[in-house]
């Protein structure tokens, strides 16, 4: 049975304001990227290194879904997961740099562009896949399992008061 992969990735940008060589104010931009299930992590002063990072998981996080396709499925679908990463590579550090530079302007179209590109190549790869049709839990199913908790929750109270009860008796 086939199954979902999430990699998650968390950047931390760092601001360093130092005097230059020529005496003049100056300002540093630094990085640090964490593959959160991983725990890895890696320090960066171009994004271009952050994104090298991020690639080299997704690669591995691939190979390790495909590992039971044949070869020609796993350079179809390594080509697809090299595809997005191609446009990131093309595409986004400029948008990075843009966001840097005024942040509230860009981050939202940053953030669609990203979710759009790993929508289109998710989509792509699980059709490729034939994944199991899954669904999340809907709130139906949280209010059944909090049902359910409640009723042990009581259940649990009544035992409580049962051995109370029989504590005293002795």
């Known amino acids: ?33 964490t593959h ?14 952050a994104m090298v ?5 997704l690669d591995a996080l691939t190979k390790k879904t495909t590992k039971n396709k044949s070869e020609e499925e796993q350079k ?14 093309r595409d986004y550090p400029k948008l990075i740099k843009e966001v840097i530079k005024d942040p509230k302007a860009q981050v939202g179209q940053l953030q669609e562009q990203i979710q759009e590109g790993i929508s289109t190549v998710t989509d792509e790869i699980n059709e ?6 899954w669904r999340g839990p809907s709130k139906n199913d949280f209010k059944q399992l909090q049902l359910q908790m409640d009723m042990m929750m009581n259940k649990l109270q009544e035992l409580d008061s049962k051995i109370e009860g029989i504590e005293k008796t002795k």
């Open 128 to 133: 490729r896949l034939e994944l199991d049709s």
């Open 36 to 49: 959160v299930q991983e725990g890895e992590d890696a320090n960066f002063k171009d994004f271009e290194d």
């Open 76 to 89: 179809g679908l390594l080509q697809k997961s090299f595809g997005i990463w191609r446009k990131v590579s």
């Open 1 to 33: 049975m086939a199954k979902n992969n999430t990699a998650s990735f968390v950047l931390r940008f760092t601001q360093k304001i130092f005097e230059g060589q020529d005496g003049q104010a100056d300002l540093q931009w630094r990085g640090n990227i």
């Open 53 to 57: 990072f991020m690639q080299s998981r």
